[in-house]
């Protein structure tokens, strides 16, 4: 036999990481007096490999909490936002045999980072960041060393994973812990 071998295994054979900033226009049934605050929530995604880069499919809301009348009443304007993320693939396994599992891992969510009134003063204008990591999952080959005779590690004794209990351990045991009772 030989001193090694070839294994079959699955393990991540390429990635890839963007970030990006994104502008949004959102036009308020009221012109803004002032803007009170301004979140990205509801963000889904789903990413599948195209080629030698990966997509992401998603969308998020985007709420704005602003003023209106002469900052006398407030109100809350939302707009969903759709965005397409093309991820190139940096790192890939040229032994790979199928890499067909996408794996997206979000490591900043939707941030509104800055939300101002336009010029015209009718509409809002939002900053929004995001970035995403992706891993492409697929089938490689592995070559591991091995031992013709015995493994190394037979030699150790297992010993010391075996605890014993005392007497007073053992009289301490409840026989009946597994017993249901019929008042539950």
Not at 15 to 31: A, D, L, R, V
Not at 32 to 47: F, M, T, V
Not at 117 to 134: H, P, W
Request: aromatic residues 8%; glycine residues 4%; contains cysteine.
């Amino acid at each position: 036999m030989a001193d090694h071998r070839e294994i079959i295994t699955k393990a991540v054979v390429a990635k890839g990481q963007k970030y990006t900033q994104s502008n949004h226009t959102i036009s308020p049934p009221h012109h803004p007096s002032s803007i009170l605050g301004c979140w990205a929530i509801n963000h889904k995604y789903e990413a599948r490999k195209v080629g030698k880069q990966v997509e992401i499919f998603g969308s998020f809301d985007i709420n704005v909490w602003y003023s209106h009348h002469d900052n006398t009443k407030t109100s809350v304007v939302i707009e969903k936002v759709d965005y397409k993320d093309i991820i190139k693939l940096k790192y890939r396994d040229p032994d790979c045999l199928d890499d067909k599992i996408v794996s997206a891992k979000v490591l900043q969510q939707p941030n509104c980072v800055e939300a101002v009134i336009s010029k015209k003063g009718n509409k809002i204008l939002v900053n929004v960041e995001r970035e995403l990591l992706v891993e492409v999952i697929g089938e490689t080959k592995v070559c591991v060393a091995v031992y013709p005779d015995k493994c190394p590690c037979d030699d150790e004794e297992d010993d010391d994973w075996v605890e014993e209990l005392s007497d007073k351990e053992f009289e301490e045991i409840d026989p009946d812990f597994l017993v249901a009772k019929d008042d539950e």
